[in-house]
């Protein structure tokens, strides 16, 4: 009788970082059809992501009565993996670069 191993930290962070991903696209696709524009930023868009990061989903233009719903999509998109929302025109002057450098489009992970 062949004996299963526990899947290893890489094969869970591979599972993990993949449904981050699915969730980011299906939140940012959700997003679009509301007319608000987001990028993904951090750990996820610099390939750093790993069992204990949160995706960040950084909002570059949203109408002004949207700005309260959105947390709710990217919620009910991403379900139980932890995020952050932020917005462009809210990060302070020195943080912005840091924001944007790493930020790319949800179609540009693999």
């Given at each position: 009788m062949t004996q299963l191993l526990p899947p290893s930290p890489a094969q869970n962070r591979a599972a993990y970082r993949a449904a981050a991903i699915t969730g980011a696209r299906q939140a940012i696709?959700?997003?679009e059809r509301k007319h608000v524009k987001a990028l993904v930023t951090g750990s996820l868009a610099d390939n750093s992501f790993d069992l204990h990061s949160d995706v960040d989903i950084l909002i570059t233009q949203c109408p002004r009565e949207m700005k309260y719903?959105?947390?709710a999509i990217?919620?009910?998109a991403?379900?139980?993996i932890?995020?952050?929302v932020i917005y462009l025109d809210e990060i302070a002057p020195r943080k912005l670069r840091s924001f944007t450098e790493k930020a790319r489009r949800?179609?540009?992970l693999d």
């Open positions: 696709a959700a997003l719903a959105i947390e990217v919620e009910d991403l379900g139980t932890p995020f952050d949800v179609e540009d």
